[in-house]
């Protein structure tokens, strides 16, 4: 099952140890060496599962360093599982470093899905999930964070963070600030664990519960919040205006000419409004 010469990003538990699939057991089992970002806290999971294979680690401060004896053992012939801490490696994780030299180098580099904070978080949020953007973490200090916040807070996708206990706060008194208190969003703590919780409310509901309750500042935490509701601007409803008083009047075209000259918008755009109001 595990081919010579490949890379395997696999997925480990966010949580629950058993959250790992049979074929992710089967790789890691197979390959010459498993790439670990903390090889005594994966030590843990491997041996509940049964892995023998012998581990080495690949962390944030080391990786570069190990990337070419990595790339030379693969094109050697050897195979690889790269796996983090917890979920998917990459994903707030390290290994896009190595990633990118095997594929520069045309090592194969296979992925093996599984559990990630961030998709299971967002679908238990409750918020819409046609289009998120995933930012990681927060910066650290609250005057970065706000001018990082205030980028986001035109977004009409749902945003979807990570942050730690020590900030969780912090952060959250940082969205009531820079998007207000009133926009939904949904707290998301310790998935697959014991204490699992899903907080659903407005960001000023969320923050005072978790003012109130110590316990919920504990533990890892995924924020996922709704985007920003698409408000009309004047112009646009200006344009609308003028297109409905004139519609009726002349051939679509000529509408589009007098709203482009009239309100200064692309002959395009209010051609393109021009048809989605036709009757
Ligand atoms: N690679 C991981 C993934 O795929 O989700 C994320 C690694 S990142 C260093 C760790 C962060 O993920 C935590 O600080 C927390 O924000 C989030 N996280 C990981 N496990 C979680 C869990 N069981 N419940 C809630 N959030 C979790």
């Keep these: 099952m595990v081919v010579k010469h490949t890379l ?41 599962h049964g892995v023998s294979t012998p581990t080495q680690s690949l962390h944030e401060h080391n990786e570069l360093a190990k990337v070419s004896s990595i790339i030379d053992a693969l094109q ?16 707030s994780d390290p290994g896009y470093r190595l990633v990118r030299a095997c594929l520069q180098a045309g090592v ?3 992925p093996i899905p599984g559990p990630s904070a961030l998709l299971a978080a967002l679908s238990v949020s409750g918020l819409p999930t046609d289009s998120f953007r995933f930012v990681g973490f927060p910066p650290a200090k609250s005057a970065a964070r706000e001018r990082w916040l205030a980028k986001l807070r035109d977004d009409s996708s749902t945003i979807v963070l990570y942050e730690s206990p ?15 208190a009133d926009r939904e969003m949904t707290l998301v703590r310790e998935l697959t664990k014991q ?6 409310g407005t960001i000023g509901e969320v923050l005072s519960q978790v003012k109130a309750d110590s316990n919920q500042t504990r533990g890892e935490f995924v924020l996922v919040i709704a985007g920003c509701e ?9 344009l609308d205006a003028l297109i409905k008083a004139l519609i009726d009047q002349l051939p679509p075209k000529a ?15 209010a051609y393109n409004r021009v048809l989605e109001l036709k009757p």
Excluded: W
């Design 8 to 48: 395997y990003i696999v997925a480990t538990p966010i949580g629950h140890r058993d959250d790992v699939s049979a074929r992710a057991i089967a790789i890691l089992k197979g390959v010459d060496r498993i790439l670990a970002e903390d090889t005594r806290h994966s030590g843990n999971l491997l041996r509940h």
């Design 76 to 91: 050697a012939g050897e195979s690889f599982a790269l796996i983090s801490d917890a979920g998917t490696p990459l994903i």
């Design 108 to 110: 194969k580099v296979s």
């Design 166 to 180: 020590h900030r969780i706060l912090a952060s959250l008194e940082s969205l009531l600030t820079v998007l207000g």
């Design 195 to 200: 204490f699992e919780t899903v907080l659903h």
């Design 230 to 238: 698409q408000v009309p601007t004047t112009s646009t409803l200006e």
């Design 255 to 269: 509408v589009a000419r007098c709203a482009a000259e009239l309100l200064n918008v692309s002959k395009q755009d």
